[in-house]
């Protein structure tokens, strides 16, 4: 059983910074790629940003040059670094992985953790 664990969430004024964290847990050989994406009230969930193991990113337009994605693939976990927060960020941040082989050879296409909620107040 593999499974995503998201922290760092929480309250921050319009221009402050957080961090998440999402850490992969089980018996893992290999992750393909992780990334964030979030669901704002009302809203269909969306990618945020994505990262390849290989260490290959990818941004939405929204939070280019704001948002910045890393891994570490020893300890299977990514983060998101937030800067320059705005009103608009605030909804519940997802974890995901792609591709994740666990020792034994089982794959699982997709994993989700279970969302930390970002709260931006102007």
């Known amino acids: 059983q593999v499974q995503l664990v998201e922290s760092g969430g929480g309250l921050v004024q319009a221009g402050g910074s957080l961090r998440l964290s999402c850490a992969a847990s089980?018996?893992?050989?290999?992750?393909?790629?992780m990334g964030w994406y979030r669901q704002a009230p009302g809203k269909q969930r969306e990618m945020v940003a994505g990262?390849?193991?290989?260490?290959?990113?990818v941004y939405e337009e929204p939070v280019k040059g704001r948002f910045t994605i890393s891994g570490d693939n020893a300890k299977n976990t990514v983060y998101l670094q937030m800067n320059n927060l705005k009103p608009e960020d605030t909804a519940v941040y997802y974890c995901?992985?792609?591709?994740?082989?666990?020792?034994?050879?089982?794959?699982?296409?997709?994993?989700w953790g279970q969302g930390t909620l970002v709260t931006v107040s102007s």
């Open positions: 995901n992985a792609v591709r994740v082989v666990v020792v034994g050879g089982d794959e699982y296409p997709e994993v």
């Open positions: 089980g018996s893992i050989f290999s992750i393909n790629a």
């Open positions: 990262i390849t193991s290989g260490g290959m990113t």
